[in-house]
């Protein structure tokens, strides 16, 4: 059976925990027979971790956000026998290209170790946080332990940068069965829900996360070694997950999303070759592939400046997994259905089958219309298994065709 300390799986790590120094964990006075002593063994020989000036590691004392946002950062890096430290390839290929660019010009010279003078921690704080890893001011004071709540929202955006974001039903659904979830705020709740389906973090025996419970050292290294090796992390178990697709994030990364079914999930690969049909002028985020006039319209969407701007595109062929919801969106302009027929087509086709020429009649009736008189009456009709509303925005530009399985 396990012990209280595998279920606190909490990221986070140790106390002293210098620049890096390969001070041998085994010659540590205090964690014979400890449960983390292989652990800490591993961690030493990696060199990212130091022990105290009296032979001590302390594994029981609590851990501070500047020791984990460090010894977090040394966990992405090699040691070379001659002492030079890199970043593992594997991070550097999991981040975006804008913080792999910051990587490469901001922090060249980094040299991962504390500062001899002045506060020791500033270069993996200022470091991370460039990253996006933590917020500027996310801890009033960076020497104060952590909680378990802390830890899981470093760990939302540590896998945010390096991985991808869970989906968040899902996860929520997950933490739920934790008695004391509802002692922790709805932010909070989403960071814990992402450390526990990523198998990173576990609760207790006793049925509870451990909402405003501290973190010791021993437990920040057991959650490093989980975030280093994915075959490490805990088997959470199956929460009734479904259909599962890893997809491209606004921000430029990853989350999983699961579809209530495989019908949606198909629709989302039909949709992704449907915005191939326009060669590049699309752009895919999340569950919305957006098609656009030409390359200047699609870069000026996605530099835009505006709000208006970034969302703009001619069609957008949607998903709304938690509402079991499909779309198409067009705004009415000058050859924007003729350029995005063959996409439309595609995903509608798959859609509705037999009867998709139905909906293909309705659906450009209805653009015509609108474009010719600038108002619709909203609609709702059965075509198929399918409800289909129409309805006009306030613009008198855009027309939104929401289809529903009924």
């Given at each position: 059976m396990k012990r209280w300390h595998t279920w606190v799986s909490t990221m986070v790590i140790a106390g002293m925990l210098t620049a890096g120094g390969?001070?041998?964990?085994?010659?540590?006075?205090?964690?014979?027979?400890?449960?983390?002593?292989?652990?800490?063994?591993?961690?030493?020989?990696?060199?990212?971790?130091d022990g105290f000036p009296d032979g001590t590691f302390r594994p029981n004392e609590t851990v501070t956000a500047d020791q984990f946002v460090k010894?977090?950062?040394?966990?992405?890096?090699?040691?070379?026998?001659?002492?030079?430290?890199k970043w593992k390839s594997s991070f550097l290929g999991a981040l975006s290209a804008s913080n792999q660019s910051i990587l490469q010009q901001d922090y060249r010279d980094f040299t991962f170790k504390p500062n001899t003078v002045g506060y020791w921690a500033k270069p993996y704080l200022d470091l991370a946080t460039d990253l996006h890893f933590i917020s500027k001011g996310q801890f009033a004071d960076y020497k104060a332990a952590l909680k378990r709540e802390d830890v899981a929202e470093i760990l939302y955006y540590l896998m945010k940068e390096t991985e991808y974001?869970?989906?968040?039903?899902?996860?929520?659904?997950?933490?739920?069965?934790?008695?004391?979830?509802?002692?922790?705020?709805?932010?909070?709740?989403?960071?814990?829900g992402e450390a526990l389906t990523k198998g990173i973090m576990e609760g207790y025996p006793n049925g509870y996360f451990g909402v405003g419970r501290y973190v010791t050292r021993a437990e920040a290294l057991e959650i490093i070694a989980r975030l280093q090796d994915k075959s490490k992390r805990l088997n959470v178990g199956s929460v009734g997950e479904g259909y599962v697709k890893v997809v491209p994030t606004k921000e430029g990364s990853y989350k999983k999303l699961i579809f209530p079914d495989e019908r949606m999930l198909q629709a989302y690969e039909v949709?992704?070759?449907?915005?191939?049909?326009?060669?590049?002028?699309?752009?895919?985020?999340?569950?919305?592939?957006?098609?656009?006039?030409?390359?200047?319209?699609?870069?000026?969407?996605?530099?835009?400046?505006t709000a208006e701007a970034r969302n703009s595109g001619e069609v957008s062929l949607w998903l709304d997994p938690q509402f079991a919801t499909y779309g198409v969106t067009v705004r009415l302009q000058d050859g924007a259905l003729a350029r995005n027929t063959e996409s439309i087509r595609k995903f509608t086709d798959f859609?509705?089958?037999?009867?998709?020429?139905?909906?293909?009649?309705?659906?450009?009736?209805?653009?015509?219309?609108?474009?010719?008189?600038?108002?619709?009456e909203t609609t709702t009709k059965q075509i198929g298994s399918f409800s289909v509303e129409t309805r006009l925005e306030a613009d008198g530009k855009t027309i939104v065709f929401s289809i529903i399985h009924t």
């Open positions: 390969s001070a041998a964990a085994a010659g540590f006075t205090d964690t014979h027979g400890h449960w983390a002593e292989p652990t800490i063994s591993v961690m030493g020989q990696q060199g990212l971790l010894i977090a950062l040394l966990a992405y890096t090699d040691l070379y026998p001659n002492g030079e430290r974001l869970e989906d968040e039903t899902y996860s929520l659904r997950a933490a739920a069965r934790f008695g004391d979830l509802q002692s922790a705020t709805a932010r909070q709740q989403k960071f814990i949709m992704e070759a449907a915005g191939k049909l326009r060669g590049t002028n699309y752009d895919l985020e999340e569950t919305t592939l957006r098609l656009f006039e030409n390359a200047e319209a699609k870069n000026k969407a996605l530099s835009g400046a859609l509705f089958g037999y009867d998709a020429d139905i909906f293909y009649r309705q659906f450009t009736a209805a653009c015509t219309e609108a474009s010719a008189k600038g108002v619709l």
